[in-house]
């Protein structure tokens, strides 16, 4: 006899796995296939976690099995599979387990879909400023790095070899660039 599947609001199921969903195990027909049930092991596998993170989930009341084989084996839907991509998601977004757990507690004794789903917002919304505020931090890097390397070439092209390394911060042989980019000046720098 099945136990009964715990409340779940629809708000999870779409936001867990969302079309052309990048950085996923591919699931084979079967096992994404209504009423088709994964062993801890498989869900594991499909997910790219170790069966020790998918019991801790469980252990945090984050992903429950949907039912247990004659042989006590937990076992997974379609769902469980979801809300562990779902987890990983949220973990790459820099949240840890502890809050995660806090959000799916919030999410699940929300008022109201619409509730859980406001505050989901917030959350995306605050980790959206996030990764933009790095993407702007990993572009001025990327420019650095750029001019660097510039910087770099023409020392390989226009350098003596018997030209000591003390003499490159006042090096004349960068028209384009004459203060040298903080990535190169600071080896020089004490």
């Known amino acids: 006899m099945s136990k009964p599947q715990p409340r779940r ?36 596998k499909l ?9 801790l989930y469980e252990e945090l009341g984050l992903l429950r099995p949907a039912d247990r084989s004659k042989g006590r084996f937990r076992l997974f839907n379609r769902e469980g599979l979801q809300r562990v991509r779902w987890i990983t998601k949220l973990q790459r977004l820099g949240l840890s387990l502890t809050e995660i757990q ?3 507690r919030e999410l699940e004794q929300a008022e109201s879909a619409r509730g859980a789903a406001h505050r989901l917002r917030e959350v995306y919304l605050e980790k959206l400023a996030e990764v933009q505020q790095k993407l702007r931090e990993m572009h001025r890097l990327e420019r650095e790095l750029i001019a660097s390397l510039t910087y770099l070439e023409t020392c390989q092209s226009a350098c003596e ?12 042989r960068h028209p384009d660039q004459p203060t040298p980019p903080e990535l190169v000046i600071g080896m020089h720098a004490q």
């Open 9 to 44: 609001l629809a708000v999870f199921d779409e936001l867990a796995s969302p079309p052309g969903n990048a950085g996923s195990a591919p699931v084979d027909g079967d096992a994404n296939s209504p009423g088709q049930l994964l062993q801890v092991g498989d869900l594991a």
């Open 47 to 55: 997910t790219g976690k170790t069966v020790r993170a998918i019991h």
């Open 102 to 104: 806090k959000l799916a």
């Open 161 to 172: 070899t018997a030209v000591s390394v003390d003499s490159c911060p006042q090096c004349e």
